[in-house]
């Protein structure tokens, strides 16, 4: 059996979104975003949005990091396995989407400076001093 994988690079469309799951190592987070793609041309142009699934690294570095730089107007470089997800709306029609399981994320020019949600700041492991400890030197990456 073969595997599919795809890079998609783009501006990330809105707020990243964060949830946690329960996992038997413990509890993890994971970053939600859209990043829209444009193809074809002239008439036939459209653009198809990708939804990306991003599970936050284990160290605290490295979430603070992408709490931090992701955000709307991020410009990224994703790799990952695309699938189809599936379900049926309130309304009972069909719908589907395209979503990503991240496997790389690269942040090309992290998002303007917006202000994040002092919960949204907590449950992603950000600092809520507001401190600029993002760019430690320290951080390998």
């Known amino acids: 059996m073969g595997s599919a994988s795809i890079n ?11 949830r946690d799951v329960q996992t ?7 970053m939600s975003f859209n990043v ?13 949005f990708f939804e990306c699934e991003h599970w936050l690294p ?12 992701m955000g709307k ?11 189809i997800h599936s379900w049926t709306a309130k309304d009972g029609t069909e719908k589907s989407s395209i979503r990503v399981d991240v496997i790389k994320l690269d942040v090309l020019t992290p998002a303007p400076a917006v202000e994040v949600k002092e919960e949204t700041r907590e449950r992603a492991g950000a600092p809520q001093n507001g401190s600029d400890d993002l760019y430690d030197e320290s951080i390998p990456f």
């Not at 038997?24 to 994971?30: I, M, Y």
């Not at 284990?58 to 730089?69: I, K, M």
């Not at 107007?73 to 699938?83: C, H, I, M, S, T």
């Open 73 to 83: 107007g991020a410009k990224v470089a994703v790799l990952g396995e695309p699938y």
């Open 24 to 30: 038997k190592n413990g509890t993890r987070t994971v």
């Open 58 to 69: 284990d160290s605290e570095r490295g979430a603070n990091y992408l709490t931090h730089v």
């Open 36 to 48: 829209p793609a444009d193809h074809g041309w002239g008439e036939r142009k459209t653009t198809t």
């Open 8 to 18: 998609i690079s783009g501006t990330v469309s809105q707020m990243p979104r964060y």
